[in-house]
């Protein structure tokens, strides 16, 4: 199983600063790697696919970058809407995992 | 606009088998990855299983005791979950596999509570 790893766990911030996340991997998931933003009560939403995919409906300040093992999600400027849990999400290998998630709280 | 949505009995005994059903609309369910996923209270998503074309894929973890199946008369696919424990207390969703398992669309969410 692939295990992923997320850091930080928490980082906070204020609106209108740069996000920097981070997700590695225990072995290469190609660019099969996916970002999901969760808020509380709600169910996930994908932002990013195979590593630098925008999904339909996303906004530009969401982008990902990386390969093999080493990925990240930028968000360029947060919004207040933007505070969140995000996770990460392999696809290359049976079983599908899931990354712990970092929280992006307001400083 | 793709919905999903999940139903169920919210509160399952000890060693009873868990079932869940969720239902499709405004789109095909005849192909895509089909998949279920939950979230322990306060914790992170953990991967079920999934179907596609009759075949299906399923978490070790939960291998042994995990089902999921699809009546495409009724778009709809389901979960079976079988001996389940308070650690199976969890919200699950139902989601649609996009390109592979690129989950972009999602149920809202059934809470699942394990408890006599």
């Known amino acids: 199983e692939i295990v992923l790893t997320q850091s930080p766990a928490t980082l906070s911030l204020s609106p209108g600063e740069r996000a920097t996340l981070s997700c590695r991997a225990t072995q290469s998931v190609s660019s099969y790697l996916a970002w999901y933003q969760q808020k509380p009560g709600q169910a996930p939403r994908l932002l990013i696919y195979d590593a630098s995919n925008r999904a339909t409906g996303i906004p530009a300040r969401f982008s990902g970058s990386g390969s093999g093992t080493d990925f990240t999600l930028t968000i360029s400027s947060l919004e207040p809407e933007d505070f969140a849990v995000y996770y990460c999400q392999q696809r290359s290998n049976w079983p599908i995992t899931f990354g712990p998630g970092t929280k992006v709280d307001i400083e | 606009q793709v919905l999903l949505q999940e139903s169920g009995p919210g509160l399952v005994k000890p060693s009873e088998t868990l079932s869940l059903t969720c239902t499709v609309s405004g789109g095909s369910i005849n192909s895509h990855y089909w998949s279920w996923i939950r979230q322990p209270p306060g914790k992170g998503l953990e991967w079920i299983g999934c179907i596609n074309s009759g075949i299906t894929n399923y978490n070790p973890s939960l291998k042994s005791r995990v089902t999921i199946s699809v009546d495409t008369s009724k778009s709809q696919f389901s979960l079976k979950l079988s001996s389940v424990t308070a650690a199976d207390t969890a919200v699950y969703y139902c989601?649609?596999?996009?390109?592979?398992?690129?989950?972009?669309?999602w149920g809202q969410g059934t809470l699942v509570t394990v408890s006599s």
């Open positions: 989601a649609r596999g996009y390109r592979g398992s690129n989950y972009d669309y």
